[in-house]
């Protein structure tokens, strides 16, 4: 059973089951969470805050998503695709727009040999 | 606590890291290797260095200062990095739509030997404009530059959200004005709700110098002199405060304050645009035109 994440501050409170975020991106000092729906919610927190929430309230789903450099928190299954040449990484929901986001070429090549390695885990399996 | 955050901050651009595994991985490792947070010894010690490398920062940069006799850099001030974790109280002030015709009254005053413009709209509304101003609009009651654009790459300085879009980020800046539905806000905070209530509701939000806050001047570091120029609240309503003559930011905080003023946002001050139109019909126009310069040359106008 999946656990929702709650970010919550004096004001506002966000949500979301960790299914349905696509990915959360830095915004200076604020966090942008994208749902696979598309919509976007700004929090007030920054991204390291927000990594910190999911590791401490998703459990065992948290390893669904992964930090990429300073930037941006993806969900490891949403992963469309990896393009070291353009710096790019896209995700995708089913039956979601793509959303493209832009990395140093080295974080990507190190997230590439991750899926990569978890492919080859599978076959061994 | 602490603990947590130092680790969930420590991160190049150049890593990944599994989130609730603590694995991470850099591109000179091939496997994922464990890396927890650092021991207490290897944290001690890269705060030792961040502390080290900090204080010769500033040692020199106060030397360099010292000699040079330089200005400190425009984009950001001492004093408001100093205060940016001070909680200071915003004030909300609703502006009023009149049935009468729009206007607006000018009058002068003088503070400590300092002529004051002070010029107030009257039954208009402000809101944020991207761009050249457009010609011969009518409706256009006041109208003046409010965000610095950057010399070096042409982008706003400081947050900037336009309807409602984030179209520049920072906070260098303390000083911030959001207009969301009917109320102008000024003040002087690092963070700030009606940053996220300027997204969500469609609103504007810009950052400037805080000149004036809850009625006491705050001194910006910039120096030199120049045509000045504010964003005020003052008496109850918002108006716009000019220098008659080149003054320097500490003197024109002074003024403000020792005028009344609650709370100043500085403005682009010197040879900026600043347009407003009299009870008698006629046209002001001040300041130059740089729009075919700086795409990014922005206003508050109001209508």
Not at chain 1, 25 to 35: D, I
Not at chain 1, 52 to 67: E, P
Not at chain 2, 145 to 165: H, K, L, S, T
Not at chain 2, 270 to 276: D, K, L, M, T, V
Request: proline content about 3%; overall charge negative; glycine content about 8%.
């Amino acid at each position: 059973m999946q656990i929702p994440l709650i970010i919550s501050n004096t004001t506002d409170l966000l949500r979301i089951m960790p299914d349905d975020i696509l990915c959360v991106e830095a915004e200076g000092n604020y966090s942008k969470v994208y749902s696979i729906d598309g919509d976007a919610v700004l929090v007030s927190f920054q991204l390291g805050q927000v990594e910190n929430k999911m590791a401490t309230q998703l459990g065992s789903n948290a390893t669904d998503f992964i930090r990429v450099g300073r930037g941006v928190i993806i969900n490891r299954n949403y992963i469309f695709s990896i393009s070291l040449g353009r710096a790019q990484i896209a995700l995708k929901a089913p039956r979601g727009k793509k959303h493209t986001i832009e990395a140093s070429r080295e974080s990507l090549k190190v997230l590439k040999q991750l899926v990569d390695q978890s492919l080859e885990e599978r076959s061994e399996q | 606590m602490n603990e947590h955050k130092d680790f969930y901050d420590n991160i190049s651009d150049n890593e990944i890291r599994v989130i609730g595994s603590h694995l991470s991985q850099s591109p000179d490792g091939a496997k994922p290797s464990e890396k927890n947070a650092p021991s207490g010894k290897q944290r001690q010690w890269w705060w030792w260095a961040i502390l080290a490398a900090i204080v010769v920062a500033t040692a020199c940069t106060v030397l360099c200062m010292l000699l040079m006799g330089k200005d400190a850099p425009d984009e950001e001030p001492a004093a408001d990095v100093s205060q940016s974790y001070e909680t200071v109280a915003i004030d909300s002030l609703v502006m009023t739509h009149e049935d009468a015709p729009a206007y607006c009254e000018e009058r002068n005053d003088t503070v400590n030997d300092i002529i004051l413009h002070i010029v107030t709209p009257l039954g208009c509304a402000p809101k944020l404009h991207l761009g050249r101003l457009p010609e011969n609009d009518t409706t256009m009651i006041m109208a003046v530059q409010a965000a610095d654009v950057r010399g070096d790459n042409g982008e706003i300085a400081g947050a900037y959200i336009y309807e409602g879009e984030l179209k520049s980020k920072g906070k260098s800046k303390l000083g911030f004005c959001a207009i969301v539905g009917n109320e102008i806000t000024l003040g002087r905070q690092a963070e700030t709700p009606l940053f996220e209530r300027a997204i969500e509701e469609n609103g504007y939000f810009f950052r400037q110098y805080s000149l004036v806050n809850e009625g006491k001047m705050i001194d910006i570091k910039p120096k030199g002199k120049s045509l000045r120029r504010a964003l005020c609240c003052y008496e109850g309503r918002i108006v716009i405060i000019e220098t008659a003559e080149r003054e320097s930011y500490h003197d024109f905080s002074q003024a403000l304050a020792d005028l009344g003023v609650e709370e100043a946002l500085s403005l682009v001050g010197g040879e900026a645009q600043f347009h407003y139109t009299t009870a008698d019909g006629t046209n002001h126009r001040i300041g130059t035109d740089v729009s075919d310069r700086y795409e990014n040359v922005n206003y508050i106008v109001w209508r």
